[in-house]
């Protein structure tokens, strides 16, 4: 019996996962797909809000700028990238200042530190030249920032292994029974009892939550579009670029992201669908043309993608957390939409708080609160990436052009912690993949070493796991060597 059952290995699931496993406990995450960060923690806007959106007194609002603040110390001891580039929201009409006032006084009332209003043109064009010639007035927060979700729920799920949390994935959790002594899970993989579960399960929290309370959760999908940009346009801005938030949230932004591409969106449509992270032509004409109202001249043609992902909202417009009032030891992490992510950490610690206390738990004399991230060759001066092909030539071996991912980085990611077991796994942990030509050149390369590290036949390698194969047939060739290059021959093409 497990002392406590995580269901759910998106960023909240795996901060509560990291935040318990600090604890005397015995700690399970039950994941239905194949691997972490595979619902609304992998698409979305990568953004760590400052906090002013939220509404004063809500959850929303006291843990988003709790989060933020704990944003920096997370990253440096679990190695992700963040950036504190600070966002802006834009006001293109003078008679709309009160609105960007009223955020301005909501995002003091939240304790968001140095939030300004600027009105200056001039100061303005210098932080931001391509911002909409319309622009009459910009709310200022210095400590909005942009992270890579992948990396970062996949570094919080690592480190949480590491202090030896069980994660078991294709678990979809089929039934729960309140019993005396805790709660027996059905899964697809078999029976599990624990003393209590913490629903962090997203899209389907409101189905978990409703097998055990008579308190019914209601959690409504909200699809949002996005358009990705080529790195040639990541420079366009600085900041993340808001336009006035609507009904439906924040607008359509404009960032850079921490890997140096341009992000637009998202859209805002409530979808009956918990599955529907289809794009439509509708949605994506909607991001071209309204992330063109805040900022100007954007490089539309480069974009290289588009993607769609969902909004667990619920119909409280508050995050849910805490106890379920008639299942004790049930314990909700409900309706986390944006700021969400921001939120994420300080999730994590307030839930595994309330948890341990409830099993009156002690902390571990040894937590080992730091965790390295897979290296990437390219980003390292000379002498240190020629030292690293000495001790290991895989890391010599570029796979993926677009992205300069080396053989060294896909095999250390599929032999790592819950490593990579799916062409998307390799492409969340490397970014192989995430280039111009969209793994146009790298994927056959990257499914023979998923094979040769699995120990499986490349008919049984998939781009997302479950049924999502990608070759049928054992006589297929799919070998291409002309795709690996040296790094001599990248320095020799210039």
């Known amino acids: 019996m497990f002392d406590t059952v995580i269901i759910g290995a998106g960023v909240t699931g795996a901060a509560v996962a990291r935040e318990l496993s600090r604890y005397q406990l015995k700690v399970c995450v039950l994941e239905r797909e194949e691997d972490v960060c595979c619902g609304t923690s992998k698409a979305n806007s990568a953004i ?18 709790a989060g933020n603040r704990l944003m920096d110390q997370w990253s440096r001891e679990l190695d992700f990238p963040f950036v504190r580039n600070g966002s802006m929201v834009v006001c293109t009409d003078a008679g709309k200042m009160e609105r960007l006032e009223a955020l301005y006084q909501q995002g003091l009332a939240n304790q968001v530190p140095g939030l300004e209003i600027i009105t200056d043109k001039k100061r303005l064009r210098e932080m931001e030249p391509n911002l909409s010639d319309q622009t009459a007035a910009v709310l200022w927060a210095p400590t909005g920032g942009i992270v890579c979700p992948f990396l970062y729920n996949i570094a919080a799920a690592e480190n949480a292994a590491k202090n030896g949390v069980e994660f078991r994935f294709r678990s979809e959790v089929t039934g729960i029974i309140k019993k005396e002594w805790g709660y027996e899970i059905a899964t697809k993989e078999g029976l599990i009892t624990t003393r209590t579960v913490v629903n962090a399960a997203g899209l389907y929290a409101d189905v978990l939550h409703n097998m055990v309370s008579e308190r019914k959760l209601q959690i409504t999908p909200r699809r949002g579009s996005y358009c990705l940009l080529d790195k040639t346009a990541g420079t366009h801005v600085n900041s993340t670029i808001f336009m006035l938030p609507g009904e439906y949230g924040k607008g359509v932004l404009v960032t850079p992201t921490v890997h140096g591409n341009l992000l637009m969106g998202p859209t805002a449509v409530d ?20 992330s063109s109202m805040a900022v100007k001249d954007i490089p539309k043609r480069q974009v290289i993608t588009s993607f769609a992902g969902l909004r667990a909202h619920e119909v409280g417009r508050d995050f849910v957390l805490g106890e379920a009032e008639d299942a004790k030891g049930f314990w909700d992490c409900a309706g986390i939409e944006s700021p969400g992510l921001s939120a ?3 999730i994590g610690c307030l839930m595994a708080g309330w948890v341990a206390d409830s099993l009156h738990a002690k902390k571990k004399e040894h937590f080992h609160s730091k965790r390295r991230g897979i290296v990437h060759p390219f980003e390292l001066p000379e002498e240190q990436r020629q030292e690293l092909v000495s001790q290991n030539p895989a890391y010599g071996v570029i796979v993926c052009r677009c992205e300069m991912v080396t053989e060294g980085e896909i095999r250390e990611a599929i032999r790592r912690p819950l490593g990579a077991r799916s062409l998307d796994g390799i492409k969340r942990r490397t970014r192989a993949g995430m280039g111009r030509c969209q793994a146009g050149f790298c994927s056959p390369r990257v499914m023979e070493l998923l094979a040769e590290e699995l120990g499986i036949e490349l008919t049984q390698v998939t781009k997302s796991g479950g049924k999502s194969m990608l070759v049928y047939s054992d006589a297929a060739q799919v070998h291409l060597p002309e795709a690996n290059l040296k790094w001599a021959d990248v320095l020799n093409e210039g």
Not at 48 to 65: E, S
Not at 271 to 290: G, H, Q
């Open 271 to 290: 979808v009956k669908d918990k599955e529907a992270i289809n794009t439509t032509a509708e949605e994506l004409a909607e991001v071209l043309e309204k």
């Open 48 to 65: 760590i809000h400052a906090g002013f959106d939220a509404k004063p007194g809500t959850w929303k609002a006291k843990l988003n700028v």
């Open 344 to 346: 994420s950490a300080a």
